[in-house]
């Protein structure tokens, strides 16, 4: 058995061993049990004891206070970067560099290739002619650039048209275009983004061979079919890799902006767009705790030394990361870009849909809460990983997703629990009378840095269409007003959603956002 097995675990009747498939099993409950724990006793001990709840609460909204006041530095800090690093003359800088003083064995930066993986589905011609514009418009020496469209069999008919139009109008732009279909029904496979992007990445591994291009001397970056690289990523991604320690073992992640459609959608979708954003733009300033999200680029080399991505699982795009860290015993990293990738945000044909295509998008990220069992039983078998870091990676990870399906629910809704239910002994407290008051000035307090977020928002938004008037920008501020609705219907009960898929064994599929451009 290879050593290593345990990298390709998707769930646990992956595993032969009955002993290790129960400890597994165990393992993908125990984040859905926590959570439904925390809730449980949130509402029993404020019938029992609302006292105590009282100042778990006060101090737990203190604390949500001190974690928004922090976030927002980070965001500036974020944003700020992400504006200078726009800025700036990345090709100028490569010419300038000289001789790479990293490890890697080129003379110029010119001997760096780019491999871009664009899994598509059903997508509409629009989209995937809008990303093939963004990537002719980067100022990176096209040939040096191999792009792989990678289709699916399931939509043969509909895949071979688009392609065909694509590949006339753009086939010619590039050192090589290459156009891939992914078979159906695969054994050990699930439908989705990470088997079609491996089997199109191996396809396009023969190309590489064939050439000789040294695997050290490709950049992959694996896109969604909407990613739209702004004009200097390319070499942006090529001076950090010809910079950065340890190039080989690096993941690169830029922040993902979900403005690409960001004029026509609804309020809350918007709201919830420009929600996600931020969040990923703060990551960039915790690059110790920052794992690969989508649309992001990595080393091919790490990538073929894994057996590229999963096939097994949903949330590839996190897996990948974890995949290299346990294959090289902890000696893997993501370094934050501080550039930004634009997306779609969630638009469908009516509101009804497209509030619908936000939970189930929003549950498929969450059902990354698959990563846990993986980690923990991943850290069980590498012995080699200092027991430090699996202890603060897991914490951190572990504490996100618990976060994710709780905090919101915490802060906005049982939070006035002891009120309710606490009973009348309670209830003629001063505490009582008070509780309110203080929750209610706390959160008043942090919904304040909510307005530096708006701030940003509007600093973010691309030009407004011709049709629309200043009403728009009034709609974009009063809008932020949804955000604690939010946050409880669209992001904690979807990972709530998600955890139970996990802890009942109800596993999940791979669901495709639809991409409507009106």
Not at 190 to 207: F, P, Q, R, S
Not at 450 to 478: D, E, H, Q
């Amino acid at each position: 058995m290879d050593e290593k097995y345990y990298l390709k675990v998707g769930r646990a009747a992956d595993l032969e061993n009955p002993k290790e498939r129960r400890l597994y099993r165990f393992l993908e409950m125990i984040v859905g049990i926590t959570s439904l724990l925390i809730l449980f006793l949130a509402v029993i001990l404020s019938w029992k004891f609302p006292i105590w709840v009282a100042f778990f609460i006060i101090v737990y909204d203190f604390y949500f206070l001190l974690r928004t006041i922090y976030f927002a530095f980070y965001l500036k800090d974020g944003y700020s970067k992400m504006r200078k690093n726009e800025r700036e003359n990345w090709i100028k800088k490569l010419e300038g560099m000289g001789v790479p003083q990293n490890g890697i064995n080129i003379q110029s930066y010119r001997e760096i290739y780019h491999l871009i993986v664009l899994p598509t589905f059903r997508e509409p011609i629009e989209v995937v002619r809008t990303t093939m514009n963004c990537l002719v418009k980067t100022d990176y020496p096209k040939d040096k650039m191999i792009v792989v469209l990678a289709c699916e069999e399931a939509d043969r008919e509909n895949a071979e048209r688009i392609s065909s139009e694509i590949k006339k109008d753009y086939g010619d732009k590039f050192f090589k275009f290459l156009v891939t279909f992914h078979p159906s029904n695969l054994p050990g496979e699930i439908a989705g983004h990470g088997a079609n992007d491996a089997w199109a990445t191996k396809e396009a591994k023969k190309l590489i061979d064939e050439l000789n291009i040294p695997y050290e001397n490709i950049l992959v970056s694996s896109f969604d079919i909407d990613t739209c690289v702004y004009p200097k990523y390319f070499s942006c991604l090529t001076y950090y890799y010809l910079t950065v320690k340890n190039p080989l073992r690096t993941s690169f992640q830029p922040i993902p902006l979900y403005l690409n459609n960001i004029w026509e959608t609804p309020s809350l979708s918007r709201v919830f767009s420009f929600s996600s954003s931020f969040w990923h733009t703060m990551n960039q300033e915790r690059p110790d705790k920052l794992i690969t999200f989508s649309s992001h680029s990595m080393p091919f080399k790490a990538l073929s030394d894994v057996g590229f991505k999963q096939k097994n699982v949903i949330s590839d795009d996190s897996r990948i990361f974890w995949q290299c860290f346990f294959e090289y015993d902890g000696d893997y990293r993501t370094e934050p870009l501080y550039y930004p990738v634009s997306m779609d945000a969630n638009c469908a044909e009516d509101l009804k849909t497209t509030l619908k295509n936000i939970y189930k998008q929003q549950k498929r990220w969450a059902y990354g809460v698959g990563e846990v069992p993986f980690f923990i039983f991943a850290s069980i078998k590498n012995k080699k990983i200092p027991l430090r870091k699996k202890l603060s990676m897991g914490f951190n990870l572990i504490e996100g997703h618990i976060s994710w399906a709780v905090s919101a629910i915490l802060i906005f809704a049982l939070g006035w629990l002891p009120l309710l239910i606490g009973g009348p002994e309670f209830s003629s407290l001063l505490l009582s009378y008070n509780l309110p008051k203080v929750t209610g000035l706390i959160l008043t307090i942090s919904m304040f840095c909510i307005v530096f977020s708006i701030w940003i928002s509007m600093l973010l938004l691309p030009p407004k269409p011709a049709n629309y008037g200043k009403s728009k920008n009034v709609l974009v501020v009063v809008e932020w007003a949804m955000i604690p609705f939010v946050m409880i219907f669209f992001s904690a009960l979807p990972a709530l959603h998600a955890q139970m898929h996990w802890l009942f064994g109800k596993y999940m599929g791979f669901w495709v956002t639809p991409k409507v451009r009106k």
